[in-house]
């Protein structure tokens, strides 16, 4: 027994040793990144980028970075990557700060920060645009099959309020990796560049990506600074309104169709208003569908006006504005009347239910015979007038009493005289 307690004391020792040199090294310490730069490398785009300290003690620890935006926005994530690409305006400029951090073993402490710094563009207060507004749109190419829809794009701004006379503003856009400036301005009274008209851009409707607008200027007097923006496609994207409308009635039901809007989006991309106005009574109803056709029951005789309008559906993208509503289409008949056409026939009506009225007590009581007796008509027999006048001849009097008698029941009171 007391030679074995050397042993296990030596061995008790050894496992105290190992289970020590397994425990996390608290004085091991997390350094900070180095040569830490930001560069502009594109409109409203920028190049973070940093590199390992080359001091920092190799452990079996994996590292990664935390990167925190100060200016003009403040924002933050973890990457283990050494530069980061940033989308952001720039004309405020733009600041970020990265530390070291473990990335997985959380009970070891991050570095401290280093920082790096972007300084806003040159230019003297007042003199950069103000209000920039753009508006996307999409029209059917013709001329390829590549690529059967073309984006448009326009944008407007105001001149800044402290801008000299002759200043001039030039305007550029950026999407993805295409960058454009603009060739068609639109000018005010001082000839200077108010709005821009791209027909055709190399911007995506379906896409995702931001578009980036800047505008910069120059003057003899004063350094213009520039201004630029970002813009995300649905929310400047002005769909077009439905195509093809067409509606029709047959007794009570009012049937409508449509076609889709010009779009690259397809058909199941898209949401759908319909306004109906009833002329004759003055009163709108609106409905909403995902399909391209209404039916609606209709009451009495009137005239309506159709209009539909369009938007994308969020299944496809992000929610924006509705489109215009297409030009109104009219069925139905308003039969109404000025009120003087419906007197003259009012009154044509009372005149005709009296004249009948009156007709029908003539016709019961024989006031017709009363008023207006009948005219004896002459003999109208020649025949029988020849016939009297031969039996006169012969001078037979039997023969005369019958015409006489002939006479008589002729009714002819006339002859009767003429005879004797």
């Not at 830490?36 to 390992?52: G, M, S």
């Not at 069925?331 to 009156?358: H, R, S, Y």
């Amino acid at each position: 027994v007391i030679i074995m307690a050397p042993a296990s004391l030596i061995l008790l020792g050894a496992t105290v040793i190992l289970q020590v040199d397994l425990l996390p090294d608290k004085k091991f310490l997390l350094l900070p990144p180095v040569n830490f730069t930001i560069k502009a490398i594109n409109l409203a785009q920028v190049l973070l980028r940093w590199e390992p300290n080359t001091d920092q003690e190799q452990r079996n620890v994996q590292l990664g970075y935390h990167v925190k935006i100060n200016a003009p926005q403040e924002e933050d994530y973890e990457t283990r990557n050494t530069e980061s690409r940033r989308i952001t305006i720039l004309h405020k400029g733009f600041s970020a700060s990265v530390q070291t951090v473990p990335w997985s073993d959380r009970s070891l402490q991050p570095s401290s920060w280093v920082s790096a710094e972007l300084r806003a563009p040159p230019g003297s207060p007042g003199t950069s645009i103000v209000n920039l507004t753009c508006t996307t749109n999409t029209k059917a190419n013709n001329y390829t099959h590549l690529r059967p829809y073309q984006v448009s794009l326009h944008c407007t701004w105001l001149v800044g309020k402290d801008a000299p006379e002759d200043t001039q503003y030039f305007l550029y856009y950026r999407y993805g990796s295409w960058t454009e400036e603009c060739q068609e301005y639109s000018k005010d009274t001082l000839q200077r560049n108010i709005a821009c008209w791209f027909p055709r851009t190399f911007i995506n409707s379906k896409g995702r990506d931001l578009l980036a607008v800047y505008v910069n200027g120059s003057s003899e007097e004063a350094v213009i600074k520039p201004f630029d923006e970002l813009f995300a496609l649905h929310a400047i994207d002005r769909v077009n309104p439905p195509a093809k409308v067409t509606a029709e009635i047959e007794g009570t039901c009012l049937s409508i169709q449509w076609e889709k809007p010009v779009s690259a989006f397809p058909v199941h991309c898209f949401d759908y208003e319909v306004k109906i106005y009833n002329t004759r009574k003055g009163y709108f109803q609106t409905e909403k569908m995902t399909t391209n056709t209404f039916i609606s029951v209709i009451d009495g005789i009137s005239e309506y006006s159709i209009q539909v309008r369009a938007a994308v559906s969020s299944v496809c993208r992000a929610v924006g504005p509705p489109s215009e509503w297409s030009e109104p289409i009219y069925v139905g008949n308003d039969e109404q009347k000025p009120w003087t056409t419906w007197f003259l026939i009012a009154v044509m009506a009372t005149i005709c239910f009296i004249l009948l009225i009156f007709s029908l007590i003539c016709r019961r009581c024989h006031l017709w015979t009363k008023v207006f007796p009948p005219v004896p008509a002459p003999k109208s027999n020649i025949k029988e007038f020849f016939v009297t006048i031969n039996y006169e001849k012969t001078g037979s009097n039997e023969t005369e009493t019958e015409v006489i008698s002939y006479a008589e029941e002729a009714g002819s009171e006339t002859l009767e005289d003429s005879v004797f």
